[in-house]
């Protein structure tokens, strides 16, 4: 792996229901906030809510954009959730595929 970092990353969100998550994954796609979002179905998650562990069955959604689109997809998964404190985080993206690497930078856009 080389030192060089793109401006390529990685936005991860779960949802409760495929619905929700397709919802979300084509806006975003729709809206070139993201080149391609991949859903990943039957994951189980654990965590502490309002003073509780919970169980949930959840959706992630595995989100392809370029660091500039950032805050603009960020705003789009907080306004089409359903959750009250959506998952967001982003992972940035040291290295890969030159062509795929292109690829998202062709089909992501800032307004």
């Not at 229901?17 to 796609?29: D, F, G, M, P, Q």
Request: glycine share 4%.
């Amino acid at each position: 792996m080389s030192d060089y970092m793109t401006d390529k990353i990685i936005a991860l969100t779960t949802c409760g229901s495929a619905a929700e998550a397709r919802k979300i994954a084509h806006n975003l796609v729709d809206r070139r906030l993201a080149a391609c979002v991949n859903i990943v179905p039957g994951i189980e998650s654990i965590y502490r809510w309002k003073g509780k562990v919970e169980t949930a069955a959840e959706f992630l959604l595995i989100i392809k954009t370029t660091k500039d689109a950032s805050p603009g997809l960020r705003a789009a998964v907080s306004e089409l959730h359903s959750y009250e404190i959506p998952e967001y985080l982003e992972i940035p993206i040291a290295d890969g595929s030159q062509a795929y690497l292109h690829w998202i930078e062709q089909w992501v856009k800032i307004n």
